[in-house]
């Protein structure tokens, strides 16, 4: 009787203890201040702006340390040629190239502060958070070194970051409150049409505690997106009205600029 006493009592504080320890757990809710980005024919860029909170229920016991933020914007996959210049009979031409498969046609990163003082590299490897965990490997040939992939590879990234299409910014998550907080994340006006998926990710200590899933979507609209779509479903049609277009336009020009 003793014995099933002691057994019951151990098990009851168990579960006593492990009641509040699951409901420590935060809750990230995000949204996107559009959910739809349209180009016309005089888009320029523009900016979407990523919101939300962190929220806790009444049993949650404080952590020690600050919450971080992680935003990371993805562009759908595409397939991109990178080619390295050299110098033959005194010009630089292209004469090397590699084509990378499968890589974000957009990316960007965004954080409350550097993502190696929020984490491990190997989380951040883990989650493909930041540029230098982007994997980037070359399609159909073999490079003959460690040193040409990591050339090709900074090429590649350092091509891809001057079209203002990847980006790390530290430092660009405000947090309005302790449990509020908002980014700005530019989309150039370069920026390829398509499906693309918003991930925030809140960390403290180093571990990732939540994260919240949207969608971004990017399209033409009227005349761009009718020519758009010709040029994809119709390309003979559409290079016929091209050199047609061509062809009037130069026979126009010569007839406004003709001497008499």
Known sequence: MMKQLLISCVVGFGL???????????????????EEVNITSNFTGTDITVFGEITRDAATVPRSGPYDIVVVVEGPPERVTTWRKERIFGLWINAHSKTYTNVPSFYAVHSTRPLQEITEDD???????????????????RLSSAEDRRAFRKAFLQER?????????????????????????????????????????????????????????VAKKGFEQFTFDLANENPALYGVIAVILALFTGWLAGVIFRKD
Do not use: C, W
């Open 16 to 34: 006593a203890f492990a009641a509040p320890m699951q409901s420590q757990a935060e809750t990230l809710v995000s949204a996107l201040s559009s």
């Open 123 to 141: 989380t951040l490897e883990d989650q493909r958070t930041g540029l230098v965990n982007l994997p980037l490997a070359p399609f159909g040939v």
């Open 161 to 217: 970051v001057d079209l203002g299409l990847y980006a790390e910014r530290p430092d660009t998550i405000k947090l309005l409150s302790p449990t509020l907080f908002a980014t700005s994340i530019p989309i150039p006006a370069n920026v390829p049409v398509g499906e693309f998926k918003v991930t925030t990710f809140l960390y403290n200590g180093g571990v990732v505690l939540s994260e919240g899933h949207q969608e971004l979507t």
